[in-house]
């Protein structure tokens, strides 16, 4: 796939038509991923994470490796040996869902090794970006290729995101080695995409001043872009588009389980920057290491999900652009959000006998609504770029190629003229926390999943264990509850009778890795 | 052989000797694309809290202590010294106790005596246990428990910055805040401050 | 004869390759007692004082001037020496410290055990005239 798309990158001109018979591979220019991801998100929405993979593994069916010379190992299952291989690698968003689908699926193992994968094409560009700052921030813009045929190295929430979870995965697998060299990882690489970002917004500047664009985001809302959606109060709180309150809280927790509380504070501090109304995250600022829990009990902090990340959309907009001498109103593409929706965060949570508060500490819509922001000037000079520059191509093959050539470039207008939509779609589109000293055992968990519903179950909390962290995801009414210390008690999970639920059987997995989902609709 | 040949053949061959002096084989494996560096240099890659500033830092700290008679006195005293840690009030991912190792580690040099605290106190205590409750040890060798001396002063502190930035520079002003407090009385003892200043160009 | 010459020349070089050796005598001077990676162009060591109190801990003084009206970066740092000439104590860390246009600075050093007795300073400048050093193996990123 790599080498297909490398290759496209040089020839694109040449290559368009031919691609137009490659509809459904993951490296196609013509490729929806927003419509791609929609049935197995449905999946996911109706509880089934098997079918859901099996979906995604459909979508990804690679051009060059699915035939018999792949790699194979003992079971006759396809060889992953390295994301960047360049015949049989997948692209990262491949990764990344696959590894969202495993941890939904509770199998954490798995899903670390898919995230794993993800994060070495991103430690790529990371190590491309150190060798060569310019060279990278030169390719971000370039101005005649498409966006949706460039590489795509994970947007910057994403690159810091998936960090964050790898942290997680390697707590719950309780590696916490890994977990602690994890951490570290995530906040360099908070800095290097904040000098990164620095440093493109000059280069941007510079180079549509060099190419005479004068279009501004301000002609775009003229023209029917809904600017005010990137603009709202949620965006605007946000100091970025990528740093990661729930990565620092996570080490904020971490390193006070430990003891080394130097740097819980450096953690805690952080995240109550950037999410300076967080109650919870304030409760704990310079009072690290106080509130400790007693004998039998556990310092437990769930981390509840909700929804999936929003989507990116191509939305046409009529922009005035010089062809020719003449002013035309040019129709073209640029991306927008649309939130998935239906992503409802319980205010609180009961466990036990204790209402715990649920907060939000990460809200995905609204850092892809900021990055987006930050990205349109840049997009809006390459698409305004390359749109005189394909026209005069135009222009130049009707008057010397004749009929022939007018549709080569005419599909290629057609091609290369939809905005890039690539973004990781399982993602959950809010991120919060719920924090307690809570006694070791069993204890009832109360969940409300929608106003008025609420899924019931039993988690267990063991004081004996270093770190107690419960993930639990909620989805369309479907809760998927991972603690890797909970044993597999089926019976003991009532659903909300009033909804006449159907439990669906987990199945049984050693008590290590066993986890529940239930549907309460 | 006549003179003109003895030069032309004897000179070469000294050259090359000369030429073997000169470039002699170090003991190091490697393609030389990693060295090592001076360990003291003054780091300057960024305005975070670097390999200098801790250095510096112990340095300053455990010479301030060192001259204070307290401290002397502890040393003639053979009295006993446990450091706190110190709280990092900084958003850096900065352990403390880089710092605080080093002074214990610089006094220790100098004859005062520390005791274990932090993570280190739950190694302390596994082993007394593991000795005692195991079964596994000759009694005659095993270490009591109920043995284990408590300190008379503890050092404590603080790490502070402030950040200031704009389009053009970055400036940050590190403070690290150290004290030696006598642990019966809550009295500081001694105290002292060291400043440290760190701008970059965006 | 070509080849001669050239041989000359590499014996030259290698001479030339050779490290210089400082002696630095006991006198008690400023001169015995500074030592200056290559010649500070206009940084002066005008003063230096030595004490050792009841507590047995040298005190050092030293009094830095710039004689540039420019700012000067100065690296230094203190070596601990006891009575027979041993070194007593680690390397200490490079100091980085800035003296402004025409300013006298005075840097302070305490010894970091008793056993010092004898010192020596260690002084680095950017500007320092034989060669134009980087500072101490400073590692700054390019």
Known sequence: MRIFRSFFHSWSPVLAGALLLLAGCAGNPLRSYDNEMQDTLSLVRAGDVDQALRQLERNNVSLFSSGEDAERDANGNRKEVSALDSVSGKDILYYFEKGEL????????????????????????EDEYRANPAKVIGEAGAFLINDRVRRYDGQD????????????DHILLGNFDHARVEMKKTFEREKLIESFREKEYDKIKEG???QGVTTTTADLAKNGYPLDELDNPEVRALKNGFQNAFAHYLAGYFFETTGEYSLAEPGYRNALALRPNSRLIRAKLNKVGQNRPGKAEADVLF????GFAPARKSITVPIPIRLNQRWMATPLSFPVI???GGGYMPPEIQVGNARLPVETLVDVDAMARRLLKDQLPGIIGRTVVRAIAKSALQYQAQKHGGAIGGIVTGLFSVVTEQADERAWRTLPERLAIARANLPGGDLAIEIPVAPGRVFRGRIRVDPGQAMNVIPIRIVGGTVYVGNS????????VNTTPEEGAKARKAPKKTPASAGKRRKVM | MNRHKLTKTLLPALAVLALAACQTNSPVVGDGSVSYGDAKAVEAVTTDLGSTDIQTTAETMTRSLLQHPVIQTAIRRRELLVASPVQNKTSEYFDTSLITDTILAQLQKNGMRYVVEGANMQNQVD??????QSGLYKKSTTAKIGGMHGAKFRLDGSVSSITKKNNSMKDVYYKINLRLIEIETGIVEWSDEKEIRKSAKR | MKKSFLAATFLG???LALPLQAQVTGDGSIASKVESLGEMANLKVSDLRVVARRDGLLRVQVTITNESSANEQLYYRFRWLDNDGLVVWEEEPWKPEVVYGLQSKILTGIAPTFQATDFRLEVQSPNNSVTSNPPPGSIIRQ
């Open chain 1, 102 to 125: 495993h941890r939904l699926g509770n199998d954490i193992a798995k899903s670390r090794d898919s995230w794993l994968m993800a994060d070495e094409i991103v430690r790529t560009w």
């Open chain 1, 157 to 168: 929430y994403e690159k810091v995101f998936l960090s964050a979870r790898l942290t997680l």
């Open chain 1, 208 to 210: 549509q001043k060099e």
């Open chain 1, 303 to 306: 981390v509840l999900e909700s």
């Open chain 1, 338 to 340: 649309r939130s998935e």
């Open chain 1, 485 to 492: 210390i909970m044993t597999g008690q089926d019976d003991a």
């Open chain 2, 127 to 132: 082993e007394l246990r593991r000795q005692n």
């Open chain 3, 13 to 15: 070089l290698c001479v």
